[in-house]
């Protein structure tokens, strides 16, 4: 089993920057590869980012890259996002989510969830 709790989010104008924090707790939390999905109201959820367990890998939505960095520090079980030239359309529920197998850009990999913060960028 494996906890995963979210901070970090708020309200920031459009160009602004944010970086959301993910703490993970339970057995063997260091040892999943980790995603960052987000979900706007009316919208379905959708994938922002995935880093593999040892951090050599990372993977990106189109509609973030360059913008966004995924990091994660295995020794203090923690995954971060910076999220850089936000924009209105950036809002959203953004969820942390611990992978199990299949696609990174799929929410049916992933079997652990946080409960998710959220994003307000203002134009």
Do not use: H
């Not at 919208?43 to 360059?66: D, N």
């Not at 020794?75 to 809002?91: C, F, H, I, Y």
């Amino acid at each position: 089993q494996v906890q995963l709790v979210e901070s970090g989010g708020g309200l920031v104008q459009a160009g602004g920057s944010l970086r959301l924090s993910c703490a993970a707790s339970g057995r063997s939390a260091s040892n999943y590869d980790m995603g960052w999905f987000r979900q706007a109201p009316g919208k379905e959820r959708e994938f922002v980012t995935a880093i593999t367990w040892s951090g050599r890998s990372t993977y990106y939505a189109s509609s973030v890259k360059g913008r966004f960095t995924i990091s994660r520090d295995n020794a203090k079980n923690t995954v971060l996002l910076q999220m850089n030239s936000l924009k209105p359309e950036d809002t959203a529920v953004y969820y942390c989510a611990a992978r199990s197998g299949g696609t990174y850009n799929n929410t049916a990999g992933y079997n652990y969830w946080g409960q998710g913060t959220q994003v307000t960028v203002s134009s």
